[in-house]
Nanobody, 123 residues
Framework: QVQLVESGGGLVQAGDSLRLSCAAS????????MAWFRQAPGKEREFVAA????????YHADSVKGRFTISRDSAKNTLYLQMYSLKVEDTAVYYC????????????????WGQGTQVTVSS
C-alpha cells in the first residue's frame, strides 16, 4: 500500500509562485511513476505533470509547460510541483498520484491518490 500526502497549497495572486509537495510512504518507489493532476469546480480531473521515479523523465501538460516543473527527491520519497507565473485558471485542487508502471496522462490509470491540496489564484 502507498500513502500520499500533499501540502503547500494556498491563496496567491496571479503571477506568484508556489511549490507543492507530496510525501510518499508505504512502499519503495523504484518502479513507480508519479504525477500531479488538478480538478477545478465542475470540471474533470486534468493531467498536469508526471515523472518516472527512476531516471527522472518528466512530462508536462501544454497548459503548464514553461511555468510548472515536476521533480522528486528520492532520498526523501517526496514529489514536488514548482509553479511559477500562476494564472487564475490554475485555481483547482491539486492531487498527487502514483502507479507501479510507466507514466501516463490518464487519471483512471493511477492506483494511489492523495487527499488533494487547494490552490487558489486571485486576479
Amino acid at each position: 500500500q502507498v500513502q500520499l500526502v500533499e501540502s503547500g497549497g494556498g491563496l496567491v495572486q496571479a503571477g506568484d509562485s508556489l511549490r507543492l509537495s507530496c510525501a510518499a510512504s508505504g512502499r519503495t518507489f523504484s518502479s513507480y511513476a508519479m504525477a500531479w493532476f488538478r480538478q477545478a469546480p465542475g470540471k474533470e480531473r486534468e493531467f498536469v505533470a508526471a515523472i518516472s521515479w527512476i531516471g527522472g523523465s518528466t512530462y508536462h501538460a501544454d497548459s503548464v509547460k514553461g511555468r510548472f516543473t515536476i521533480s522528486r527527491d528520492s532520498a526523501k520519497n517526496t514529489l514536488y510541483l514548482q509553479m511559477y507565473s500562476l494564472k487564475v485558471e490554475d485555481t483547482a485542487v491539486y492531487y498527487c498520484a502514483a502507479r507501479n508502471r510507466l507514466p501516463v496522462f490518464t487519471a483512471s490509470l493511477y492506483d494511489y491518490w492523495g487527499q488533494g491540496t487547494q490552490v487558489t489564484v486571485s486576479s
